[in-house]
């Protein structure tokens, strides 16, 4: 089978391990994680890795130089998924690191391989725990929060038969020079110009807001609508001022993902309304900025409409540009194997943000057909994963040959 081929059937394994029947959903460290587990550590076992799941849940897998002194690269993507997801968001980043590995001759540094247990913050509603436990940010704030059920974070590590006293065993190691991470672009841009890969310049920074509007609950058929005090309808309201306002703002994205309304009955007025907010921009004071007018904004219409309103910032993540050095070997290595090197932001997040304020980092994206992720048509072109795979094979004899 074509190592590409190879690829991509692995990843639609995966996605078959689901906390959902029928669908592919995988939170931080569910049962579906454990059957992942399995999978990945024999394939990196395949590969001639030594592998270890760490006090978080990752699976990290190392072939070793034959200087047992060489310097460390460390190749990764995360294992968990949003509700209902595709089956290559993150996962064909791990899959391709190891078809790396099997394909690698020596070379003359340690690859480690990190396959994260948690990138995408669905459980509970923080991201990154999985990469943030190599950079020591899984503190303990992180690990007394909270899911939807009450469990910890440190008691969904013991769930798991993991020791959350063994986090600082996880930390980077101090022999790691370069982080290098695949991942489909998540958007349509690759798509459109008709080009397989990219070389990502940076992360956009991100905040994540809860805003809560309270009101009265009544009745819905005795209560005239002057004397409303609806929640529901002053999240509305605030939810297309902010649509309004990032449509005015270039590069700016507003999002409001999720709404919980409470009694939450056909026949009564909703008492509160609570709503997400995701902020994004590739400039830390643009995004803040923003943030600060939609906050103010839901203070105004509640105000207006005789309604309190709380925000809340859930997360909050500075955007991060790559290594330069390591942009430019990675574009040599794209032109060596005759395909255009391509710059491009990142609107998304991912875990190259928060291993780039430790060590040098750099990602290629494929393209992602029809621009389509966080959803089950999420795909990705046998051709693409090819290419993608002779570039980081390149990228990674040029790092051999030139160092960091």
Same mark, same amino acid.
């Given at each position: 089978m074509e190592p590409a081929q190879k690829v991509i059937e692995r990843c639609r394994l995966i996605a078959q391990c689901s906390d959902e029947p029928? &669908? !592919?959903? #995988?939170t931080f460290l569910s049962p579906a994680t454990m059957e992942v587990h399995v999978l990945v550590k024999g394939w990196m076992e395949q590969a001639g890795m030594t592998v270890r799941i760490d006090a978080a849940g990752n699976v990290r897998g190392t072939r070793a130089a034959r200087d047992a002194g060489a310097r460390r690269v460390i190749l990764g993507s995360h294992l968990d998924t949003v509700p209902h997801a595709g089956a290559f968001d993150g996962v064909l980043g791990v899959v391709m690191a190891i078809a790396l590995a099997e394909q690698l001759d020596s070379? /003359? &540094?340690h690859i480690e391989i990190a396959a994260f247990s948690e990138e995408e913050g669905v459980?509970?509603?923080v991201p990154f725990l999985g990469s943030l436990t190599l950079?020591?940010?899984?503190?303990?704030g992180l690990l007394q929060r909270r899911d939807s059920a009450g469990t910890s974070?440190?008691?969904?590590i013991r769930d798991f038969g993991l020791d959350p006293a063994r986090l600082p065993e996880?930390?980077?190691? +101090? +022999?790691?020079?370069?982080? &290098?991470? &695949?991942?489909?672009?998540q958007g349509p841009v690759l798509d459109r110009l008709g080009i397989p890969l990219a070389i990502v310049e940076g992360i956009a920074g991100q905040s994540r807001l809860m805003v809560e509007f309270e009101g009265q609950a009544n009745h819905a058929g005795t209560t005239p609508m002057n004397l409303r005090r609806d929640a529901l309808a002053g999240a509305a309201e605030w939810i297309l001022a902010v649509e309004r306002e990032a449509g005015a703002s270039r590069g700016l994205t507003a999002t409001v993902g999720q709404i919980e309304v409470r /009694?939450?009955? !056909?026949?009564?007025i909703a008492g509160s309304a609570s709503a997400s907010l995701d902020l994004r921009h590739a400039e830390d004071a643009v995004r803040r900025e923003a943030a600060a007018r939609m906050v103010a904004c839901a203070g105004q219409i509640a105000s207006r409409r005789g309604l309190s309103v709380n925000c809340r910032e859930r997360s909050a993540q500075e955007a991060v540009f790559m290594n330069e050095h390591l942009n430019r070997m990675l574009e040599d290595a794209a032109r060596d194997a005759a395909f255009a090197a391509h710059r491009m932001f990142s609107g998304a997040g991912h875990d190259a943000m928060i291993l780039a304020r430790h060590v040098p980092s750099t990602m290629l994206f494929? #393209?992602? /057909?029809?621009g389509i992720s966080h959803h089950p048509d999420e795909t990705v072109r046998a051709e693409d994963v090819a290419a993608a795979l002779l570039v980081g094979r390149r990228f990674l004899e040029i790092l051999g040959e030139r160092g960091v």
């Open positions: 029928g &669908f !592919t959903t #995988r070379l /003359p &540094f459980r509970f509603g950079t020591g940010g899984l503190d303990d974070v440190a008691q969904a996880a930390r980077l190691s +101090d +022999d790691a020079v370069a982080y &290098f991470e &695949f991942h489909i672009e /009694p939450g009955a !056909t026949n009564v494929l #393209r992602s /057909p029809g």
